[in-house]
């Protein structure tokens, strides 16, 4: 049972390292991940539109009238196109999307902040302070083209050191758990 748990851990800590070499691959190649992620993406709906056209023509005769495979599967093949060879549009979409969605909320919290003052609440200087920070973040998820990438590298990289930490604790310490 030890060695059994000390290989999980050992196969935890590989996928930690494995996760912390993508992260930061994203951190320093923003552009290249989104081409990469947007090229896996495409192709994984391209196989998935084959496979519902292919199983269209086989089941042909059977439940016709409920099979909408032909349909899905050139949905999927269309938007693998559109994955594959517009990824900088979709990534700046999604980008602007969110940035304008943290600027909204940072704007809400600024007026909230202001209200805060002139209940004579003393925590409105914070406030006021973490709101402009959450507008300047939001800025810069708009109008910086790598920020969403970055930012989900940046996460990806934390997670993994936290679960790389956490499973060489796990290792270090299994023989005395099992005792």
Not at 57 to 83: E, M, P, Q, R, W
Request: hydrophobic residues 60%; without cysteine; aromatic residues 14%.
């Amino acid at each position: 049972m030890k060695s059994l748990l000390k290989k999980s851990g050992w196969s935890d800590i590989l996928v930690s390292v494995i996760f912390a070499l993508i992260a930061i691959f994203m951190i320093v190649r923003p552009d290249s991940a989104t081409k990469i992620i947007s090229y896996i993406l495409g192709g994984i709906f391209a196989l998935y539109g084959v496979i519902k056209i292919i199983n269209y023509f086989v089941a042909k005769g059977k439940y016709d009238f409920y099979n909408y495979d032909l349909l899905y599967g050139i949905i999927a093949i269309i938007i693998s196109i559109i994955t594959i060879f517009y990824s900088g549009l979709i990534e700046t979409m999604f980008r602007m999307i969110i940035g304008i969605w943290i600027v909204y909320s940072g704007l809400l919290r600024l007026s909230l902040s202001f209200k805060l003052h002139n209940a004579e609440i003393p925590i409105w200087s914070a406030s006021l302070i973490l709101s402009i920070l959450i507008i300047i973040g939001g800025l810069y998820m708009i109008f910086e083209s790598g920020a969403l990438i970055v930012t989900i590298a940046i996460i990806m990289l934390l997670y993994s050191i936290i679960d790389l930490v956490e499973s060489v604790i796990f290792v270090k310490y299994v023989d005395k758990m099992m005792q």
